[in-house]
T-cell receptor, first 116, second 113 residues
Framework: AQKVTQAQTEISVVEKEDVTLDCVYETRDTTYYLFWYKQPPSGELVFLIRRNSFDEQNEISGRYSWNFQKSTSSFNFTITASQVVDSAVYFC?????????????FGGGTRVLVKP | DAGVIQSPRHEVTEMGQEVTLRCKPI?????LFWYRQTMMRGLELLIYFNNNVPIDDSGMPEDRFSAKMPNASFSTLKIQPSEPRDSAVYFCASNQGHNTEAFFGQGTRLTVV
């Protein structure tokens, strides 16, 4: 069965600090997809990134970067030079291509609080 | 595109009443999902449709919950009768194709008193 673990429940940083969110996943499939979503205080879920299991290249988008390591089943997310607007709950999610159709299994989320 | 549209945004109802949540997916998307978010259980999938056909409803908690998708642009999630433990935020999401990113609506916050 698929499982996503976000061990950090809450992280508090001061503005301009970097913050890294950990995500560890479990799956039996060889083909799968990993996602990160952001849930700001307003409550909606905002898509950030999708990565397939065959693409281990790290990705950078502005102040956001992602580190995918199949060897450790991890897909970590770093916010560089954090800003108050980054305060939100961040969810890592997994979708198995073969066994479980198209549905997402979410981790428990990490709440990030960026203080000015 | 306006994105996934859910209504109502907030619903307060008394225990035992019927509740209907509505969702309009993004035009052209062929998958539609209903998720529920609670403090205790986090985000969990209730049911999803592909081309208006229910594919997996194993997450539906019990017979009090039902979902329909009569056409490609509309879906409902009904709870009858509602109970206080159904209080949660219910999200609808849609995507196009297999294993692509899902786009979520703003959610319906349901409170059953």
């Amino acid at each position: 069965a698929q499982k996503v673990t976000q061990a950090q429940t809450e992280i508090s940083v001061v503005e301009k600090e970097d913050v890294t969110l950990d995500c560890v996943y479990e799956t039996r499939d060889t083909t799968y997809y990993l996602f990160w979503y952001k849930q700001p205080p307003s409550g909606e879920l905002v898509f950030l990134i999708r990565r397939n299991s065959f693409d281990e290249q790290n990705e950078i988008s502005g102040r956001y970067s992602w580190n995918f390591q199949k060897s450790t089943s991890s897909f970590n997310f770093t916010i560089t030079a954090s800003q108050v607007v980054d305060s939100a709950v961040y969810f890592c999610a997994l979708s198995e291509a073969e066994a479980a159709g198209n549905k997402l299994t979410f981790g428990g989320g990490t709440r990030v609080l960026v203080k000015p | 595109d306006a994105g996934v549209i859910q209504s109502p945004r907030h619903e307060v109802t008394e225990m035992g009443q019927e509740v209907t949540l509505r969702c309009k997916p993004i035009s052209g998307h062929d998958y539609l999902f209903w998720y529920r978010q609670t403090m205790m259980r986090g985000l969990e999938l209730l049911i999803y449709f592909n081309n208006n056909v229910p594919i997996d409803d194993s997450g539906m908690p019990e017979d009090r919950f039902s979902a329909k998708m009569p056409n490609a642009s509309f879906s409902t999630l009904k709870i009858q009768p509602s109970e206080p433990r159904d209080s949660a935020v219910y999200f609808c999401a849609s995507n196009q194709g297999h294993n692509t990113e899902a786009f979520f609506g703003q959610g319906t916050r349901l409170t059953v008193v």
